[in-house]
């Protein structure tokens, strides 16, 4: 049985598919901490103070992070295209999925409730 070289490429594409994924989600965790909180009925009742604007620096960083996964997404995709071969075209699905997860992010900070 012939021995199959090592594609070092292909890794690497998969490496930063992963690395994408792992960034979104520590975004998603940016995101959650610097969103105004919720005022729920129990807060009213026990009359708890809430914060009621953004936190700036976790929003700054979530806003440049998520931009800076659309980009890593789309150029990893291109990369994965480019390279066209079979065995590694799976990547493009979840490539594709994390630039529509970035973009509907996006859209949910920028049009989330003031």
Do not use: C, N
Request: no cysteine.
């Amino acid at each position: 049985m012939a021995k199959h070289p090592k594609d070092w490429l292909g890794g690497l594409l998969a490496a930063l598919t992963a690395g994408g994924w792992t960034f979104y989600f520590l975004l998603l965790i940016l995101f959650h901490y610097g969103r105004p909180e919720q005022h729920f009925g129990y807060l009213r009742y026990l009359e708890i103070e809430v914060r009621t604007v953004w936190l700036t620096l976790p929003t700054l960083w979530f806003h440049l992070g998520i931009w800076g996964a659309l980009g890593l997404a789309l150029t990893t995709f291109t990369l994965v295209h480019l390279k066209g071969r079979r065995h590694s075209q799976y990547l493009k699905v979840y490539l594709l999925m994390l630039v529509v997860a970035a973009a509907l992010t996006l859209l949910l900070f920028y049009l989330y409730p003031t």
